[in-house]
């Protein structure tokens, strides 16, 4: 068996913003990226956040820098899905291999208006694409997990660190800790209600069998406030 594992995990939150609810209450919400650090050295960073300037907080650059990482630095930069939120600075870590599940990538391509906001930040000439076909055991201790429904090809990330045990990134599968339901209705982001529901099955059986000590939802204001953020980690 081989001895590589993550050994780092950093939730990097680079924008924070409250929406409205019917009801007059409001519900606070975020925008974020992670960065997976393996014993080994490299560098594996899941989104990108908002494009730079557009966010209401410190850009995942500049957050990076904070514990000494530049792009240069990042090895594989998995790409969820391409909502302006999540690839808005792809093209600063040019020298990264972009991983990203073949349904997305080929639905992205084909002229839809929903990703064309950021398209230059990730469709662009000389990236180094792994395209993947459903779950994939990228390296040791690091798994992409398929789950369509927010958008089609759309992939969360389970990671297994050594101190901490099993963490399982819904991204926006799951975007708040409310709607970790079989039974969840789509939001208007939401491309397929079916494959949502079937992809929030999927999660909440995986985090069960994997005995995941965490789970963190895409947009979860009120759960991040509890969680470590960048310069701490999870271990």
């Not at 590589?4 to 925008?31: D, K």
């Not at 957050?63 to 999540?86: W, Y």
Request: proline residues 6%.
């Amino acid at each position: 068996m081989s001895d590589i594992h993550p050994q780092r995990l950093y939730l990097i939150q680079v924008s924070a913003s409250e929406v409205l609810l019917p009801n007059g209450q409001t519900l606070p919400m975020v925008c974020v990226c992670y960065l997976v650090q393996m014993n080994d050295g490299r560098n594996i960073l899941i989104d990108t956040g908002m494009p730079k300037g557009s966010a209401n907080g410190e850009d995942v650059i500049g957050q990076l820098a904070e514990i000494d990482v530049q792009p240069s630095d990042v090895n594989v930069l998995i790409c969820t899905h391409f909502d302006v939120d999540h690839a808005g600075n792809h093209a600063a870590f040019a020298d990264a291999e972009f991983v990203v599940q073949r349904a997305h990538y080929e639905h992205a391509r084909g002229d839809n208006p929903r990703f064309a906001t950021v398209r230059e930040q990730w469709d662009r000439p000389g990236v180094r694409w792994r395209i993947v076909d459903g779950d994939t055991v990228l390296l040791p201790g690091l798994e992409l997990i398929e789950t369509s429904g927010h958008t089609l090809g759309h992939q969360s990330v389970l990671v297994r660190l050594p101190e901490t045990g099993t963490v399982l990134l819904a991204i926006d599968a799951v975007i708040l800790a409310s709607r970790l339901n079989p039974d969840v209705q789509p939001t208007p982001n939401d491309e397929d209600g079916e494959a949502l529901r079937a992809s929030t099955r999927k999660l909440i059986e995986l985090a069960e069998r994997e005995r995941a000590v965490l789970v963190v939802f895409g947009h979860d204001g009120t759960q991040w406030r509890g969680l470590r953020k960048l310069p701490e980690f999870y271990g």
